[in-house]
C-alpha cells in the first residue's frame, strides 16, 4: 500500500512565503496534501502559480476580513468534496475552516483562534473549540476515520513550550484551554506526534521579535490528530524546525491508506 505524506505549515501570509521559496518547498517534499493556514490574501490577489502549481489541485477559505486568517490546501488527489465552516455563521465567517472528504478519510485544516485580545476573543476561542469538537463526533459516530492538522493556539502540555511557568496566565497555556485538550484527547484523538517522540525541545512556533528561534524559545502549537481506527495506519509524524520562512514551522505524518 502507498504511503500518503500530509504537512501542515501555518505560512503567516501566503504571498510572503512564496516569495520565500513556498512553491520550491512544496515541490521538493512533494506531499500528498500540504495544508496551510493563516494564508492572509483572498484568491483574486494570488498569481497563477500559487493557485495552481504543479501537480496540485488548490483550494482556499478567506475571512470576510481581508488580509486576515484564511486556510489552504494544496492536494495532488480531489477530495469528493470540501466545507468551508461548521454551519455556524460567527465561526464560518473567519476563514479559518477547510473540512475535505477523501472518502477513505476526512481531513480538517484548520486555523483556530487565538485567545490573546482579550476576555471576549477567550470566549470565542473556547467556543470554536467546542463547535468543532461536536461537529468531529458527528463524523466519528457515523465511522468515519478523520485527521485533524493546523495551528490548534495551544500548547498542551507543559513539556510543549520551553517556559511553562512564565506563561501560566498567557492564553495559548491558560488552564481552561488546556483543560478542553484533555477533553479532546480523551474523545479518542490521538496527538500523531506524542504518538512517536515523548521528549522536550520540539516546538512549532517561535515569538520573531525576541529572535525566540535560535534559543529555541518555542511553543508546540500545531498538531496532528487521528482518530484511533487510524492508528495502525500511522507510520510517522515529525516536525521540520529547520524549514524557515514563518514564525511556524511545517509539520507531518506518513499513513498507509
Not at 181 to 195: A, N, S, W
Not at 227 to 256: Q, R, W, Y
Request: charged share 30%; hydrophobic share 35%.
Amino acid at each position: 500500500m502507498p504511503k500518503l505524506k500530509l504537512l501542515s505549515w501555518n505560512v503567516n501570509g501566503i504571498r510572503a512565503a512564496q516569495k520565500k521559496g513556498l512553491l520550491e518547498w512544496l515541490l521538493k517534499e512533494s506531499p500528498g496534501i500540504l495544508c496551510v493556514q493563516e494564508t492572509k490574501a483572498h484568491i483574486e490577489q494570488l498569481n497563477k502559480e500559487l493557485i495552481n502549481p504543479n501537480g496540485y489541485k488548490t483550494y482556499w477559505s478567506s475571512g470576510e476580513k481581508k488580509g486576515y486568517s484564511g486556510v489552504a490546501i494544496f492536494t495532488k488527489t480531489e477530495p469528493v468534496n470540501i466545507e468551508t465552516g461548521f454551519g455556524v455563521k460567527k465561526f464560518d465567517c473567519e476563514g479559518r475552516i477547510l473540512i475535505s472528504d477523501y472518502k477513505d478519510f476526512v481531513l480538517f485544516n484548520i486555523y483556530f483562534p487565538n485567545g490573546q485580545r482579550d476576555e471576549e476573543r477567550l470566549k470565542y476561542k473556547l467556543g470554536f473549540y467546542d463547535e468543532f469538537l461536536k461537529y468531529v463526533e458527528k463524523l466519528k459516530a457515523k465511522g468515519r476515520k478523520v485527521i485533524i492538522c493546523g495551528d490548534v493556539n495551544t500548547a498542551h502540555k507543559e513539556i510543549d513550550l520551553a517556559r511553562p511557568k512564565e506563561n501560566e496566565n498567557s492564553s495559548g497555556f491558560l488552564p481552561i484551554e488546556r483543560k478542553w485538550m484533555d477533553k479532546f484527547t480523551e474523545h479518542g484523538y490521538i496527538d500523531t506526534f506524542r504518538h512517536f517522540h515523548d521528549e522536550g525541545g520540539n516546538y512549532t512556533y517561535w515569538d520573531q521579535i525576541t529572535r525566540a528561534r535560535e534559543r529555541n524559545v518555542g511553543w508546540r502549537i500545531d498538531y496532528f490528530f487521528i482518530t484511533a481506527d487510524l492508528l495502525k495506519n500511522l507510520k510517522s509524524a515529525f516536525i521540520m524546525p529547520e524549514v524557515m520562512g514563518s514564525d511556524h514551522c511545517p509539520l507531518g505524518i506518513e499513513v498507509v491508506i
